[in-house]
């Protein structure tokens, strides 16, 4: 009996990326699951049309408290994380078959990932996919585990046989990643914020020197250890966005350990705005 292979994919406004993600698994898989964080658009619409059953999780503007949510609500002996806005290509999904099917005692592979942004596949830069971490993202059942730790990946269980899939044309997930600089700037802003309240949780310090070293240090490996120079305009500003990453996520765990959250300057603001209208009151009365 052939082992029973399980697609999940996180979604989120995801009505133009979803029905690629889900044409690249239905084919080979036997159920495909979509855990959705209450989309406003045709997202659910299109999983059911594509015959996914669909579950909702609270919105947490990203998808790493989802995934072992995602993994619980699936059946299959094998399991394929995949994101909306990522397709398997068949050569690929034929190859994951095959370890599936095989008796050696594999238990999950990392996958390489061909990242698109800003319109053109990246070689360098860090996006590359000689560059980009292998994910493990097919697996056993159990032999992978999930965190809700932002940007955390699968991690393998203790004593998981993990093999690696090397990157070949038609062999690496295909990641259509940030569509503009638009779309780049707002998902910093949003991923930045979460890195600085977990790592607030966590106790970290910092210091503008920390960050202005941190800052330098992403923009050197990005544009010169990765090569991000070959990349023209896109490798250029990848890296200083990256840089900048750095310093604006030290900036809001220095806002959040010397004057809190905003809700906080909210009520200084309204105490000054009340003490500052103090003499409107003193000259009515």
């Known amino acids: 009996m052939e082992p029973r292979i399980s697609a999940v994919i996180n979604t989120f406004n995801e009505e133009k990326n979803l029905p690629y993600?889900?044409?690249?698994?239905?084919?080979?898989?036997?159920?495909?699951?979509?855990?959705?964080?209450?989309?406003?658009?045709?997202?659910?619409?299109?999983?059911?049309?594509?015959?996914?059953?669909?579950?909702?999780?609270?919105?947490?503007?990203?998808v790493e408290p989802a995934r072992n949510f995602a993994i619980s609500k699936s059946s299959g002996d094998?399991?394929?994380?995949?994101?909306?806005?990522?397709?398997?290509?068949?050569?690929?999904?034929?190859?994951?078959?095959?370890?599936?099917?095989?008796?050696?005692?594999?238990?999950?592979?990392?996958?390489?990932?061909?990242?698109?942004?800003?319109?053109?596949?990246?070689?360098?830069?860090?996006?590359?996919?000689?560059?980009?971490?292998?994910?493990?993202r097919f697996f056993k059942r159990g032999r992978v585990n999930a965190n809700a730790t932002i940007h955390d990946l699968l991690k393998p269980a203790p004593g998981a046989h993990i093999i690696e899939i090397p990157?070949?044309?038609?062999?690496?997930?295909?990641?259509?990643?940030?569509?503009?600089?638009?779309?780049?700037?707002?998902?910093?802003?949003?991923?930045?914020?979460?890195?600085?309240?977990?790592?607030?949780?966590r106790g970290e310090k910092s210091n503008s020197f920390r960050a202005l070293c941190r800052a330098a240090v992403a923009f050197w490996i990005r544009y010169i250890g990765w090569q991000g120079f070959r990349e023209g305009w896109r490798g250029f500003y990848l890296c200083m966005f990256m840089a900048f990453y750095r310093l604006v996520t030290t900036a809001k765990l220095t806002e959040l350990r010397t004057i809190g959250a905003r809700a906080d300057v909210e009520k200084i603001y309204c105490r000054e705005a009340d003490r500052i209208l103090a003499d409107y009151t003193t000259q009515s009365e």
């Open 167 to 201: 990157y070949q044309d038609g062999c690496a997930i295909i990641h259509f990643n940030h569509v503009d600089i638009s779309q780049f700037i707002e998902k910093l802003n949003r991923y930045t914020t979460i890195e600085a309240q977990q790592a607030m949780k």
């Open 78 to 136: 094998w399991i394929m994380v995949l994101d909306a806005d990522e397709i398997i290509p068949e050569p690929l999904s034929r190859k994951l078959k095959e370890v599936a099917q095989d008796k050696e005692g594999v238990d999950a592979v990392r996958l390489a990932r061909l990242n698109y942004l800003f319109g053109s596949p990246m070689g360098y830069t860090g996006w590359g996919p000689c560059q980009d971490n292998k994910n493990l």
């Open 21 to 62: 993600a889900l044409r690249s698994v239905q084919t080979w898989v036997d159920e495909i699951i979509v855990i959705d964080m209450h989309s406003t658009d045709r997202t659910v619409e299109i999983a059911r049309e594509f015959g996914a059953k669909v579950y909702f999780h609270e919105p947490t503007g990203f």
